[in-house]
């Protein structure tokens, strides 16, 4: 008999050990309090992503920008996925998972001095994670038979690419760059590759819920990520020494990030996927990761909204990322779309529509580069975020007010024909 099988001394779950989801004794699909509290870490490493880039905007800061936002977020995904397809909640991964988020901090801490000395102290905490990492699955193994294989393979990897990762702290930064970057990869090829990878066992079963809910916690600390820059901006400036168009700005940039999650959430927020095909989850997951990157790239774009007066030119490099940010965002979003049970939204929401805003958006992009002031710019990008909500709410308004014209009219015809 397995151990999962065996009926535990105690149900509490303080002290019940890692088990798979399938024989765990609780079944529920809520976010526990200890995953919550990780993903609020989180809050800090993305407002201190997001100031590094807002202070470095040149390519070289793009990039190292991007190479610390993926690193982030595979180490949030990996710990949010074994927290699917394993129930841990006794006090020794609470312990774990204590210092798992320590190292979080370790690595928010060393983001705005990562170009002068802080991407040592950035890998040496990367490095930490990935082996914590690695120690929730050698606790799964030894109490999961029906798992052990799977489990055994993700501690020995993850081990293995913490370690490389952690002794890069320690090497030249072309080195421990090129490291890091391997390691990343690397990490993606423990889930993915044909052969090898661990999603070719039979119990790579993640919960899909509890990752749907993830995805969108997550994805609202990068939206409001641009609600911390505009509010922080203006406190800089004195509330009370404010013009009325430097208001009107700031209250946009907030209705524009509120519309911005409003699309996601009645699209494909805690939507299912359409089936558990390897290549849709990949192509669901890594769509989640793109969607938070252009999330945050708009809420740094839109602390421009505090610094510009209606006839000054918005600032092109901001206008860069909040453009390309938000065409990437409905880009990924039909992506997210594609590979997600239908809706009713997904019938009025169609790419035509998401065209028809990133055409606006490039017209935002063309005004902003000619100087033109940021009243036509801000008008042109609103137009273009708005339509997304606006053109999909009017015609299912349209549709619907017809479905139920004719319901009436039918009702109309059996009355008659009963009288």
Known sequence: MSIENKSPKHHHPMWEKPKHHEFAHEKTHQVHWIELFYDLVHVVAIFLLGSFLTDNLNLLGFGIFTLLFIAIWVSWGDYVFYNSLYVSRDYKHRLISAFHITTVMLMAASIPSITSGGFS??????????????LLYFRARKFNTFSKTLASEMFSRFFIIGTLILISAFLPSPMSFLIVTLGIIAIQLVYILPKYGVMRFENFTPRMHPLSERFALLLLISLGEGFFKMVLELVNKGIYNISLDIFINYILGGVLLFLIAWMYFDFVGNMPVKNHEKKTIMKWWYSHM???FFAILIGIALKGEVKVYFTDPYPLGLALLGCFGFIGFLLTLEVIQENVLKNVSRKFATFKVKLFGIFFVILTLITVYYSMPSILSNILFTI????QLLIPISKAY???KKDIEKMHEEQKLIELKEE
């Open 121 to 134: 102290f950035f890998l040496g905490a990367y490095g930490v994670n990935r082996i914590i990492t690695s």
């Open 290 to 292: 793109a969607l938070m």
């Open 384 to 387: 273009g975020v708005g339509s």
């Open 398 to 400: 349209l549709h619907f």
